[in-house]
């Protein structure tokens, strides 16, 4: 999210007074007011420069403000967009690809105007019901590796987070469907794509214990020579 690679003062001074259309200015108030009682862990521009000095990652913009798209005009996604554009030329970073805010996939044709090649699909999780129902899908099978032509990455699936609801889904059940899909990816020769929020690390132990279990599993599978790391520009 290119905002929070700001400092406090850029952000305000600068970027603030950009969001002129309603929807950005509803989006941006509730982000001021809790601006106001606490803004640590907001603002921190030194995270940029230390994922830019590890080469293995792929930088990728996940808006600038983080505002939903689908509750944007088509001006408003634009002036998003070109806020984005602006953002990884101030700070030299070869952005090719996009994970949209929340998830939803909106105005995505005007994507290439900014030079981006890739961008995440939804996944079929956005009911409540379905996202209980896919956690529970032990037998779940990867995606199909997308064609050279293809914009939109297939979806993957979020990571357990162990809070709330999602806290009574044993980790064996979660890491066995990762296992499975790993094993359908290298059958099938397909994509199995996980994704998180640093926050759910954070914020819960038991999901960092799943995600470290299944770094290990995916490191075996690589040492064997079954998987490949594909970086989001790379597909």
Known sequence: VGALTETRDNFF??????FLGKNHSFWIEKVIQKLEMEDEGWFVPELL?????????????????????SSLTTKEAL????????????HDVDCKTFIFPRNI?????????????KYRASPNTNILLNRFIE????????EPYPSPRDI????????NWKHGWRNCIPSKISLSKYKHM??????????????????NLIASSKTKYIFT???KLIGQEIQQGNLKIKLFNNY
């Open 105 to 117: 996939v909106a105005h995505q044709e005007f994507l290439k105007d900014i030079g981006i090649i």
């Open 135 to 142: 956690e529970l899908l032990i037998f779940k099978k990867s």
């Open 152 to 159: 939109a990455i297939p979806g993957g699936v979020f990571i």
């Open 79 to 90: 002036d998003e967009l070109s806020l984005v554009k602006a953002w990884y030329q101030n």
């Open 213 to 215: 279990e299944l770094c």
């Open 182 to 199: 790993l094993l359908d990816a290298k059958t099938n020769y397909q994509c199995a794509h996980f994704w998180f929020h640093p926050i």
């Open 49 to 69: 420069q230390m994922v830019k000095n590890q080469p293995s990652h792929e930088i990728a913009s996940h808006s600038f403000s983080h505002v939903p798209f």
């Open 13 to 18: 001074n600068y970027y603030v007074p950009k």
